[in-house]
């Protein structure tokens, strides 16, 4: 398992920027894949962005050319860039970590969850 602490949350305006970051317990070089999803009241848990070890990334329609994922390995860290911001991304958003292990499953933790509100 890796523990997973996100910061960076808060409220801002429509239009504007937050920058999430997801801080791993151990070197996120061997985690296979990375990424972000988003949980507003009343929905469904939604895929954000992921990136793999290789740094291939993929995004949610709905953020396109708004967000971007970036991972810094010598950090631990993974980010989170959003960019012109709107209310409907008012979301929690949730770090993810998954490792795929020869003769297992995959193994995924969860972040904590930081809270994203954007005002209109």
């Known amino acids: 398992q890796v523990q997973l602490v996100e910061s960076g949350g808060g409220l801002v305006q429509a239009g504007g920027s937050l920058r999430l970051s997801c801080l791993a317990s151990r070197n996120i070089v061997s985690i296979n894949v990375m990424g972000w999803y988003r949980q507003a009241p009343g929905k469904q848990r939604e895929l954000v962005a992921t990136?793999?070890?290789?740094?291939?990334?993929n995004y949610a329609d709905s953020v396109k050319g708004r967000f971007t994922i970036s991972r810094d390995n010598a950090k631990n860290t993974v980010y989170l860039q959003m960019n012109s911001l709107k209310p409907e991304d008012t979301a929690v958003y949730y770090c993810?970590?998954?490792?795929?292990?020869?003769?297992?499953?995959?193994?995924?933790?969860w972040g904590q969850g930081t809270q994203v509100t954007v005002s209109s």
């Open positions: 990136i793999t070890s290789d740094g291939n990334t």
């Open positions: 993810y970590a998954t490792v795929f292990s020869l003769g297992a499953g995959p193994n995924t933790s």
